[in-house]
């Protein structure tokens, strides 16, 4: 306790020099918290979006990724119906939703283009959440009439298609024995997903409609979707015990555009830490080397009346410590502060590559990546000290006494 009061009014000597080491550490502690925590809402939020897309957990015939198909629905999945229920027992699991994957021909007469069709169950836009942007119409629904069959449009497509809601459009797809197959569609409404290399092919049909155009009542794949705070990997196991026969794939296998930013932001995140941690240690260093030089005569004082130089390197550390607590207290608090404030201002980022709409600028605030960083912090300018006063302490006691 002596020490520490002792180390605490040697800080206070020269105010001004430990006010600036102090601010230096709170910026840098401030810059490391807000880059990560932005890297960190980037990462959740990605991670949403695919799992949200693709669904927590993937299930399809093991041939379907690793083989071309001949034809539509060679390698899809017979008994899914016996399955998904088989899927809706596990306590886990809240929803499964089957997919049917192709392509063809959509024309209304005087224009034509290759879409990328996906049929789907009317509650699959209200299970994924908001994955899509509704331009105009209505999504799909249950209640479908039969003589008005209902589809969506990339609103990319429907530009180059010059069609609105409410116009008629022919789908042209190969069935599953090599045939051509056509079937017309009511546009019901227009969507976008964000990218609009995407939204120039997309059309969404529902399940039944796509298995009569195709001729088969096989379905692609079936995306789980877990309740919140489930253990994936445990729940992929389980599945895979339960269907050894089939592929089961987690989300972050089928999301490379989340591996890819977080490699990215990865190295750019542990870039700055390194330059932050560097432009503390020098500041630092340089503040403590003129403390030590202005106290070269009180050093050599105390080692007069026995004080082990182990014992004054160890004070010269504490007052670093305590300044980097400090520091990287008042970084923290300032970094808890943007965070809150970025939830109210509504800061959107602009679009990035590849995507049509931006995103709200917004902090996640981690403690335990605040706990790191102050540790960081504290051991960075523990070293800086010990170097720093070290090479006072070296100083003959003779030699010591006479600085001036």
């Not at 021909?105 to 908001?130: C, D, N, R, T, Y």
């Not at 970094?335 to 509504?346: E, I, R, V, Y």
Request: glycine share 8%; net charge neutral; hydrophobic share 50%.
């Amino acid at each position: 306790m002596r020490r520490l009061k002792h180390a605490l009014l040697n800080v206070q000597r020269n105010r001004r020099r430990s006010l600036m080491s102090l601010l230096i550490i709170a910026i840098a502690v401030f810059a490391l918290l807000s880059a990560g925590g932005f890297g960190l809402f980037t990462y959740q939020s990605l991670a949403e979006a695919a799992a949200r897309e693709t669904g927590h957990l993937t299930l399809s015939n093991r041939q379907y990724l690793s083989q071309q198909e001949d034809y539509s629905l060679q390698f899809g999945l017979n008994n899914w119906q016996a399955q998904r229920d088989s899927l809706l027992s596990f306590a886990a699991i809240k929803a499964v939703q089957p997919r049917i994957e192709f392509s063809g021909l959509i024309s209304h007469g005087e224009k034509s283009a290759i879409f990328v069709g996906q049929g789907v169950l009317a509650s699959e836009f209200s299970q994924k959440g908001p994955f899509l942007t509704l331009k105009s119409g209505k999504l799909l629904s249950e209640a479908e009439d039969p003589t008005q069959p209902q589809i969506l449009l990339g609103d990319t497509l429907a530009t180059y298609m010059r069609v609105q809601v409410g116009d008629w459009l022919t789908l042209l797809a190969t069935t599953s024995e090599g045939a051509l197959n056509a079937y017309d569609f009511k546009v019901q409404g227009l969507v976008s997903t964000g990218v609009p290399d995407l939204d120039k092919r997309l059309v969404y049909t529902s399940l039944s409609l796509s298995q009569a155009l195709l001729g088969s009542d096989k379905v692609s794949l079936m995306s789980v979707f877990a309740f919140a705070d489930q253990d994936i990997p445990t729940l992929q196991r389980q599945v895979e015990q339960q269907f050894p026969s089939l592929l089961v794939r987690p989300w972050w296998q089928q999301a490379f555009f989340y591996d890819a930013v977080r490699n990215l932001y990865n190295r750019i995140f542990s870039v700055l830490g390194l330059i932050m941690g560097l432009v503390v240690f020098v500041s630092l260093f340089n503040t403590l080397s003129m403390s030590v030089t202005e106290r070269t005569r009180e050093i050599g004082t105390l080692a007069a009346l026995g004080t082990a130089p182990s014992e004054q390197l160890n004070g010269f550390v504490l007052e670093a410590v305590i300044l980097a607590l400090f520091g990287a207290a008042l970084g923290i608090l300032l970094s808890a502060g943007l965070s809150l404030t970025l939830l109210f201002a509504d800061i959107q980022m602009p679009a990035p590559p590849g995507r049509s709409v931006g995103y709200p600028l917004l902090i996640h605030f981690s403690w335990p990546l605040a706990g790191i960083v102050a540790l960081s912090v504290v051991l960075i300018c523990s070293l800086a000290s010990a170097i720093a006063a070290r090479k006072g302490l070296k100083k003959p006691i003779t030699e010591a006494l006479t600085y001036v």
